[in-house]
């Protein structure tokens, strides 16, 4: 753990349990102390023992916290605890075995990281997410993307994801800089105040005045821990606008913009309406598998490609691109060139 922020005081002593729970955390073998300023009151304690303790899952701090080895004013406490400013946070030293361990981010990932930074404010960022990486680790994903960007940005006290994409999905990605910037940005978002628009390659031709779907949705286990998303009238109310962007042989080019933000809402509403997304292997059709294999691609195509947000100190409107990238674009050329031989 560091201080230098002015977000909370740190001290590192030693105590009788430290033998007892022995091993090592990032900064040393002690127990720490931390006390809690106004910058992180109010915050759960699992997700703020997740961004102070870098390189360290979620699973363990689940299970410190359940085991009482992490303790607030002396007293044991649950995940769900909310801090308070002037809270003592006892935290102990850590051992992790080594499958437990979140990796170092490799020099690639570093690099591409580094280089995907949109735009940047005062209390936030945006990156253009990769497609194949995963927002964060868990469930044997060694590490993500908000856990390798904390490595890359060691700069920063504080970063948490705003929003979330699935792996597949490139495009923008809001995070947060400080506490105060990610309760604004959460606000905006759950006012309806954040405009996220994708870009998605669907099998067919999309109709024109198919401009909106409303059908509700419903998490499942699929088997072998796998959770899928399918139409269901007891599920969740889900709604996604669409537009037609370019109509191309056998597929279509189209604009979504979901109303609520379930999981694979774009991808479930699409292949509802009969134009499910090329490149999707849990939603996909054999027709839609066959037509990206025969323009090359390799991936889902769905972009993140606009985000537009009300900057956290100012209010004012600020509105980010993503450009696509280079397979993707591909992928349109090919298919432009077939409408050309036409």
């Not at 006390?35 to 109010?42: L, N, P, S």
């Not at 997740?50 to 689940?62: A, D, E, F, N, S």
């Not at 927002?135 to 856990?147: A, Q, R, Y």
């Amino acid at each position: 753990m560091r201080g230098g922020s002015g977000d909370c005081r740190l001290a590192t002593v030693g105590d009788e349990m430290g033998d007892e729970i022995g091993g090592r955390m990032a900064e040393g073998r002690d127990i720490q102390w931390v006390e809690i300023t106004a910058a992180h009151a109010g915050q759960r304690i699992d997700n703020f023992l997740h961004t102070r303790l870098k390189g360290v899952p979620r699973t363990l701090v689940y299970r410190i916290v359940r085991k009482g080895e992490v303790r607030v004013n002396k007293k044991r406490i649950k995940a769900d605890y909310r801090l308070a400013e002037g809270d003592r946070v006892r935290i102990p030293p850590l051992r992790m075995a080594p499958e437990e361990a979140v990796r170092e981010v490799s020099d690639n990932l570093r690099n591409l990281l580094a280089g995907s930074v949109l735009v940047e404010g005062p209390g936030w960022l945006v990156i253009n997410k990769p497609s194949g990486l995963p927002v964060h680790g868990g469930s044997g994903v060694k590490i993500g993307l908000i856990e390798a960007l904390r490595q890359v940005r060691d700069d920063l006290e504080f970063l948490e994801l705003v929003h979330r994409l699935d792996r597949d999905t490139s495009g923008c990605l809001l995070l947060a800089k400080s506490r105060p910037a990610l309760l604004t940005l959460n606000a905006a978002l759950k006012q309806h105040k954040m405009d996220k628009r994708y870009l998605a390659l669907v099998q067919g031709r999309w109709p024109v005045r198919r401009d909106f779907v409303s059908a509700r949705l419903d998490r499942f286990d699929a088997g072998n821990g796998e959770r899928r998303v399918r139409v269901d009238p007891d599920g969740k109310v889900a709604r996604t606008r669409f537009a037609v962007r370019e109509t191309l042989p056998g597929v279509t080019l189209i604009e979504a913009e979901p109303v609520t933000g379930r999981t694979h809402q774009i991808r479930v509403h699409a292949a509802h309406a009969g134009f499910p997304l090329l490149g999707d292997d849990k939603y996909g059709r054999r027709q839609s598998h066959q037509l990206a294999a025969r323009l090359g691609l390799e991936r889902l195509f769905l972009h993140a490609a606009s985000l537009e947000f009300p900057e956290p100190s100012s209010g004012r409107p600020v509105r980010i691109r993503a450009p696509l990238g280079d397979d993707l674009e591909g992928v349109l050329a090919r298919a432009r060139d077939q409408a050309d031989d036409r």
